[in-house]
C-alpha cells in the first residue's frame, strides 16, 4: 500500500510558476512509476506527466510539454511537477499517481495508488 500526498497548490497569475510536490509513505524507486494527473469538474481526468522507476525516462501530455518538468528524489519518495508560464487552461485539481508497471502509461486506470490532490487555479 502506498499512501500519497500533495502539497504546493495555490493561486497564481497567468504566466507564473508553481511547484507541486507529491510525498509517497514507502519507498517507490525501482518499484514504481509515477505520474501527475488533473481534473476539471464535469471533465474527465487527463494525464499531465509520468517518470520512470529510476527517473531516467519522462513523458508529458502535448498541452504542458515544453512548459512542465516532471521530477523525482528517490532519497525523498518524492515526486516534483515543475509547473511553469501557467495559464488559465491549466487551473483543475492536480492528483499524484502511483503504479507498479513499468510502462510509462498515461492511463488513469492502471494506476493503483492516488492522492487527494491539490487545487491550482490561474488567474487571467
Known amino acids: 500500500q502506498v499512501q500519497l500526498v500533495e502539497s504546493g497548490g495555490g493561486l497564481v497569475q497567468a504566466g507564473g510558476s508553481l511547484r507541486l510536490s507529491c510525498a509517497a509513505s514507502?519507498?517507490?524507486?525501482?518499484?514504481?512509476?509515477m505520474g501527475w494527473f488533473r481534473q476539471d469538474p464535469g471533465k474527465e481526468r487527463e494525464f499531465v506527466a509520468a517518470i520512470s522507476w529510476a527517473g531516467g525516462s519522462t513523458r508529458y501530455a502535448d498541452s504542458v510539454r515544453g512548459r512542465f518538468t516532471i521530477s523525482r528524489d528517490n532519497a525523498k519518495n518524492t515526486v516534483y511537477l515543475q509547473m511553469n508560464s501557467l495559464n488559465a487552461e491549466d487551473t483543475a485539481v492536480y492528483y499524484c499517481a502511483a503504479t507498479n508497471t513499468a510502462v510509462l502509461t498515461a492511463t488513469p486506470y492502471l494506476f493503483s495508488y492516488w492522492g487527494q490532490g491539490t487545487q491550482v487555479t490561474v488567474s487571467s
Open positions: 514507502t519507498r517507490t524507486s525501482g518499484t514504481y512509476t
